[in-house]
Each structure stands twice: as structure tokens, then as C-alpha cells.
T-cell receptor, first 114, second 112 residues
Framework: DVKVTQSSRYLVKRTGEKVFLECVQDMDHENMFWYRQDPGLGLRLIYFSYDVKMKEKGDIPEGYSVSREKKERFSLILESASTNQTSMYLC?????????????FGSGTRLTVV | DAKTTQPTSMDCAEGRAANLPCNHSTISGNEYVYWYRQIHSQGPQYIIHGLKNNETNEMASLIITEDRKSSTLILPHATLRDTAVYYCIVRVATGGGNKLTFGTGTQLKVEL
């Protein structure tokens, strides 16, 4: 089975800290995605990548950046964490092209910024 | 991007069929309908997808109307473990990636 692994399940950081959220997938998927999920707002796409070193902004990229140096790893970076970035962060991956099935999601990282 | 409309919540008795509706009246001809579900505290899980024909797999059936403006996800014999938020998504393709835009979904509660 495809596995998407997020490095931390729970994370507590201070305001102003630089935060790295790591995601690794083991099925050679081209596409990787970062979402955040907040009560009443559903899942919102932050950034996605369809190839190594490629990235595209999603619907809410402000305050975030990403890095994809290797195909299997997609990192989300909060340059200076703020309390409004307290959220559940979900990583996903998928194959490219056509209707080849869906996304596989990780279990999520619950980030609290204090 | 085509938007979807789903009821906020639904209840279903255990053992009965759960029929979850979704409207996507602005869907384009080459857009697929995907269904996912999210059990509490877990990441979303892919269920099924389709273009215009009805589809069935081990988890569910997907019925898409002929005009493709709506669809229904059917869980034939719902169990307590099917309690989850169900998302109906119309897939768009942007550049080399195929991003999915999630709405707020339908909270399905399966009860004894």
C-alpha cells in the first residue's frame, strides 16, 4: 500500500519560530500536496508540487513556503509561525495524469503555535 | 472550478443503505467526480471516482446522473465504522498536477 508519512503527529511551537513540517511518500508519486484543516472551513490547499523542484501555490499560500528537493519528500515551511497558523496540516500524494485513482493522505500533524 | 453542494449532515441506521447526494451543476465535460471520507482524527481516505458511468468497488457505488450535474454515493450496508465526513469533489487539472478542492462535506452518522 502507498504510505504517506508525516514526521510529527503533534507539534507545539512558539510565535516567530521557523517551523518545518516533513512529508515522505514511498510509491514514487509525482504529485504532492499540503493542506490545512480548520473547523468549519474544511481542507484548504496551501501548496502543491508536480515534480522535483516544482511548486505551485494553492488557495492559501500566504505565510508558507515549500521545498521539494527529492521526489519522495515535500516539506512545508512556516518562516515565522503565528497563532493563526495553529491548525491540522495534511500531506497527500498522487500519480500524475488521467483518472488514475485518488490521493493518499498522511495522518496529519496537529500544530499549535503559542 | 466546478463547485459542489452537499448536505451538512445525514443520519443512517446501521445495516441500511446510506445514500449521500452531491450537486455539481457546473461540472465540465472532462472533470471527474471523486469521493473521499475522513474519519475523526485521520487523514481523508479515497473511496471512489467516476466520469459519467456508474462505478462500484468494494467500498461503495457511485451513481452519476446522465447530465452529470449530480451524483450519489451509496454505502450499501452502513456500519458504525462508516461514521465520517464524506467529501464530494470535482477534479480540476492545473499544469502538471491534478489538484482536488475540498468543500466542507457531509457528516454521516451511522447509528444502531
Amino acid at each position: 500500500d502507498v504510505k504517506v508519512t508525516q514526521s510529527s503527529r503533534y507539534l507545539v511551537k512558539r510565535t516567530g519560530e521557523k517551523v518545518f513540517l516533513e512529508c515522505v511518500q514511498d510509491m514514487d508519486h509525482e504529485n504532492m500536496f499540503w493542506y490545512r484543516q480548520d473547523p468549519g472551513l474544511g481542507l484548504r490547499l496551501i501548496y502543491f508540487s508536480y515534480d522535483v523542484k516544482m511548486k505551485e501555490k494553492g488557495d492559501i499560500p500566504e505565510g508558507y513556503s515549500v521545498s521539494r528537493e527529492k521526489k519522495e519528500r515535500f516539506s512545508l515551511i512556516l518562516e515565522s509561525a503565528s497563532t493563526n497558523q495553529t491548525s491540522m496540516y495534511l500531506c497527500a500524494s498522487s500519480l500524475s495524469g488521467g483518472a488514475v485513482g485518488g490521493y493518499t493522505f498522511g495522518s496529519g500533524t496537529r500544530l499549535t503555535v503559542v | 472550478d466546478a463547485k459542489t453542494t452537499q448536505p451538512t449532515s445525514m443520519d443512517c441506521a446501521e445495516g441500511r443503505a446510506a445514500n449521500l447526494p452531491c450537486n455539481h451543476s457546473t461540472i465540465s465535460g472532462n472533470e471527474y467526480v471523486y469521493w473521499y471520507r475522513q474519519i475523526h482524527s485521520q487523514g481523508p481516505q479515497y473511496i471512489i471516482h467516476g466520469l459519467k458511468n456508474n462505478e462500484t468497488n468494494e467500498m461503495a457505488s457511485l451513481i452519476i446522473t446522465e447530465d452529470r450535474k449530480s451524483s450519489t454515493l451509496i454505502l450499501p450496508h452502513a456500519t458504525l465504522r462508516d461514521t465520517a465526513v464524506y467529501y464530494c469533489i470535482v477534479r480540476v487539472a492545473t499544469g502538471g498536477g491534478n489538484k482536488l478542492t475540498f468543500g466542507t462535506g457531509t457528516q454521516l452518522k451511522v447509528e444502531l
